[in-house]
């Protein structure tokens, strides 16, 4: 288990490339859902919206999730921009995806939750530059029903394929060139905690 953050550093806290409108998050899909996405600005007809899916405000925690964008079916590595409006609508509504004592009155208060909820979060470490866990932790909100809807139809702002991106990256940490490396990455900066938008989910 990762060592509890030093500094100033809290374990849990929102770190995203976001804009006072929108907000960036990172999916993995196999190309025939990719690349149709990134070119027309939307999720393509084999995307479904009645499974959950999961986004992912933290660029390294998804190339650690994708393999950098060469596990099966994650091959075509997406930046979503979605609105802020979107975002907190999720944040506001989501439980944990797991039960935590002393959190949750019970158990089974937790699963009432859970299947209301229309998004989850996981809080799992965030990733170094050699996707090594780090000492704090990065969310991850999956999005269900009413959720998955608004997120394809209504919050999605535009979509890049950000393969290219994720290869460059990937090629400098192998050749040991971590400075230049981190140049390229996107500019995650703590996301504004308005009053209550975590108090559901940081347990």
Sequence with gaps: ????????????RVR?????????????YPPEIGLPAARDG???????RDRMTWIKPSFLWMMYRSGWGTEDGQETVLAVEIT???????LRRACLSSYVRGFHADREAWR??????????QWDPERSLRLGPLPY???QLGLAGEAAGRYADEWTVSVRDVTGLAREVHGL?????????????PEERPYPETEGLLDRVRA
């Design 137 to 139: 932790r990065s969310l």
């Design 16 to 28: 995203a490339l976001h804009t006072d409108t929108t907000v960036t998050v990172y999916q993995a």
């Design 1 to 12: 288990m990762p060592a509890p953050p030093s500094g100033d550093e809290p374990e849990r």
């Design 84 to 90: 802020r409006e979107g975002f907190e609508w999720a």
């Design 42 to 48: 939307r999720f393509p007809a084999p995307w479904k």
């Design 112 to 121: 009432r939750e859970l299947r209301r909820a229309p998004a989850r979060v």
């Design 173 to 185: 940490v192998r050749a040991g060139d971590l400075a230049g490396a981190a140049r390229l990455l």
